[in-house]
């Protein structure tokens, strides 16, 4: 790839707090390198659609500090065919986009393979609350997901605490208990459920929550990742076995929004930096990935068959965090 002269950014999938932070620093990183930089709108539908704005160093000011995306995002069922990823083809020849620079999640990284297939070199940065990519430690975003739901959950425990009352809050993150045990584990959660621990009622709420009361606690916490179960049903069935009346709370959408944190911040920079290098050092076709701390360019072919499974070792430890309960652990 001779020197690139014009590049696309964009954003894809479910927002993130920092994502505004990659575009700031592809932006600014492609402009310290001659490289014109322009913003699609929209996620890969924008790309499909033409839908563009330039972008500049002051045009992508005062972002650091502004969840979601000035580039918006969305999820595109046409990108999925051919005959999609043709017509974003068309726009990138119309445009002159030598390169894309995805940002967004595993879906974003599939459809970004395939347009690579198609002859246009792309570069991702993870984004995503979820953490849940299998090719790097971190995605941007979930830090401040995960601060803001620890907000949110120290907030209800005033309440549950002076009511002595049972919560029961469900959290994002999709299949993965990513965000769950990171959080359950900071807010000291009375149980933690994740998707990769086959949830034995008895074991895993009742018997956490009989061990609290036993230790002297009126008040209880239990925190549910989405894709373990269904937050109003946990609720019923502890009333059912307990005979008390647990409060439940959806966090939902609140994780996505909020400025992000200084992590995400500058996690998202160094991201979005390496990213445009790798262009203008002529790479491309590669996911910016962190490996134990250091940020790594990974063939996105090879980054797409990486996995990642929940740390066992840190749900022991919450566990053990429970009041000394630790119970072999079957399967992950
Ligand atoms: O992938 C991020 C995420 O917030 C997941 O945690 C959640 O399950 C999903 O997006 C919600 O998708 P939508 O915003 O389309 O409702």
């Given at each position: 790839?001779?020197?690139?002269?014009?590049?696309?950014?964009?954003?894809?999938g479910?927002?993130?707090?920092?994502?505004?932070?990659?575009?700031?620093?592809?932006?600014?990183?492609?402009?310290?390198?001659?490289?014109?930089?322009?913003?699609?709108?929209?996620?890969?539908?924008?790309?499909?659609?033409?839908?563009?704005?330039?972008?500049?160093?002051?045009?992508?000011?005062?972002?650091?500090?502004?969840?979601?995306?000035?580039?918006?995002?969305?999820r595109?069922e046409?990108?999925?065919t051919?005959?999609?990823?043709?017509?974003?083809?068309?726009?990138?020849?119309?445009?002159?986009?030598?390169?894309?620079?995805?940002?967004?999640?595993?879906?974003?990284?599939?459809?970004?393979?395939?347009?690579?297939?198609?002859g246009?070199?792309?570069?991702?940065?993870?984004?995503?609350?979820?953490?849940?990519?299998?090719?790097?430690?971190?995605?941007?975003?979930?830090?401040?997901?995960?601060?803001?739901?620890?907000?949110?959950?120290?907030?209800?425990?005033?309440?549950?605490?002076?009511?002595?009352?049972?919560?029961?809050?469900?959290?994002?993150?999709?299949?993965?208990?990513?965000?769950?045990?990171?959080?359950?584990?900071?807010?000291?959660?009375?149980?933690?459920?994740?998707p990769?621990?086959?949830?034995?009622?008895?074991?895993?709420?009742?018997?956490?929550?009989?061990?609290?009361?036993?230790?002297?606690?009126?008040?209880?916490?239990?925190?549910?990742?989405?894709?373990?179960?269904?937050?109003?049903?946990?609720?019923?069935?502890?009333?059912?076995?307990?005979?008390?009346?647990?409060?439940?709370?959806?966090?939902?959408?609140?994780?996505?929004?909020?400025?992000?944190?200084?992590?995400?911040?500058?996690?998202?920079?160094?991201?979005?930096?390496?990213a445009?290098?790798?262009?203008?050092?002529?790479?491309?076709?590669?996911?910016?990935?962190?490996?134990?701390?250091?940020?790594?360019?990974?063939?996105?072919?090879?980054?797409?068959?990486?996995?990642?499974?929940?740390?066992?070792?840190?749900?022991?430890?919450?566990?053990?965090?429970?009041?000394?309960?630790?119970?072999?652990?079957?399967?992950?």
């Amino acid at each position: 790839m001779g020197k690139i002269k014009r590049i696309g950014v964009l954003t894809s999938g479910g927002d993130a707090p920092g994502m505004n932070a990659v575009v700031r620093a592809v932006t600014r990183t492609a402009l310290a390198n001659g490289i014109d930089c322009i913003g699609i709108r929209r996620g890969w539908q924008g790309l499909i659609n033409g839908d563009f704005i330039q972008l500049s160093r002051a045009s992508v000011g005062h972002l650091l500090s502004k969840g979601g995306t000035i580039l918006y995002t969305a999820r595109s069922e046409e990108f999925m065919t051919e005959a999609g990823r043709q017509k974003a083809v068309y726009t990138c020849k119309m445009l002159g986009l030598e390169g894309i620079v995805a940002i967004g999640g595993d879906g974003t990284f599939r459809g970004a393979l395939e347009l690579s297939r198609l002859g246009v070199p792309v570069v991702g940065v993870p984004a995503t609350i979820d953490n849940d990519v299998g090719c790097t430690n971190y995605t941007i975003g979930f830090d401040s997901a995960c601060n803001t739901a620890i907000e949110c959950i120290d907030k209800l425990r005033d309440t549950m605490q002076s009511h002595e009352r049972c919560s029961v809050v469900e959290v994002m993150g999709r299949n993965a208990g990513f965000l769950a045990l990171y959080v359950g584990t900071a807010v000291g959660a009375t149980a933690v459920l994740v998707p990769e621990h086959k949830m034995n009622f008895e074991e895993d709420v009742l018997e956490r929550i009989r061990e609290s009361r036993l230790a002297g606690y009126t008040h209880f916490m239990i925190v549910v990742a989405e894709g373990a179960g269904n937050a109003f049903e946990i609720g019923d069935r502890i009333k059912e076995a307990l005979g008390i009346n647990p409060r439940v709370t959806i966090l939902g959408h609140i994780q996505r929004g909020g400025a992000p944190t200084g992590r995400d911040r500058e996690t998202a920079t160094r991201m979005g930096f390496y990213a445009v290098q790798a262009f203008a050092e002529g790479r491309g076709n590669c996911i910016i990935a962190t490996q134990e701390g250091s940020i790594v360019e990974l063939p996105i072919e090879e980054a797409l068959t990486r996995t990642k499974h929940l740390q066992m070792d840190r749900y022991k430890i919450m566990q053990v965090m429970q009041f000394g309960t630790s119970h072999p652990f079957d399967e992950f």
